[in-house]
């Protein structure tokens, strides 16, 4: 019960101080939380915030990133995608060298244990169009798989089969992390000074070579994403390429989008059961990827071509 009362009166003291709420928005994972409670002198597990988790949503609920309603015409209902150069845009380019210090490989990573878990018949599922009749099933087999699997937390990330990937989040444990996470943080009130309005982390995603994450749709977190994808190498000319594929959740068609270093993109998650963006990530590639996610308001394209 002490316990309990001490987490919510740590969930308290961030209500009353920005500077807390700002860093709360760079926090992705129970284990960054966690690490963020030893900063300011709270100890607690997992467990024991599962549990006063309830308590703080009936007494106070959470403060939500700001939607701002869009006037731009730029955007149309249309176009599911908006990718950009991170280096054509002035006031992105002015952030990159703070990307390139998130671009980490933890030494609590074994790597040898992560390439044990590749499956290429999952990695051809990537092919296969939600729309088709065999996807569901197919579907349902591997989450299915996943959570009937023995393994408990804590757990690597990529020993689910739809995520062959590495969530950098997760990793807290290893001699870089604080800086990572200032870094993270820096970002965050860069962004939020651009934006004007509040934007939130919602991945920090390192795709060793042969990774991948299968198709989902993010639904249960709806709105803008804005994604800083980079690589520690590139081969234009290869037969393996990277790609971000999606299906149009209008016509039903495939659409691939072929990466390369330094870019920016924007994307919808919608919740409406027939808008449903459904997409995939690819690196099959022998170089490294890192992928940085953010929760935007509506404007976002007002504000970043304002000038």
Partial sequence: MMLKQAILEFHKKISK??????????????????????RYGYSFTKEDIRNASSSI????????????????SKISQQKYHHEFKCLDIPELAKIAPEFDKLKIKPSTVDINHFDSYFRKDDFNFLSLSPAAQEFN?????????????????????????????????LHVDHLVYEQYFLTKLKIIKYLENLFETEVRFSGSLWYPPNSYRLWHTNE????????????????????????????????????????????????????????????????PTKFNRWSFGFVVSNNWMDKLFCG
């Fill in 220 to 283: 249960t977190q709806p709105g803008w994403r804005m994604y800083w994808i980079d690589y520690d190498g590139f081969e234009q000319d290869t037969r393996d390429r990277p790609f971000f594929r999606y299906m149009n959740p209008e016509t039903k068609e495939l659409v691939t989008l072929e990466e390369q270093s330094k870019i920016v993109r924007f994307f919808r998650v919608e919740n409406d059961a027939n808008k449903l963006f459904w997409h995939c990530i690819a690196n």
């Fill in 57 to 72: 949503n009936e007494n106070e609920p959470e403060v939500p990133v700001r939607q701002a309603v869009s006037s731009s």
């Fill in 137 to 169: 099933s197919r579907h349902h087999e591997i989450v299915t798989s996943e959570s009937s699997s023995a393994v408990l937390e804590p757990y690597p990330e990529y020993t689910k089969r739809s995520f062959h990937l590495i969530n950098l989040d």
């Fill in 17 to 38: 101080s920005e500077e807390m709420q700002q860093q709360i928005r760079a926090i992705t994972t129970y284990q960054e939380l966690i690490k963020f409670g030893e």
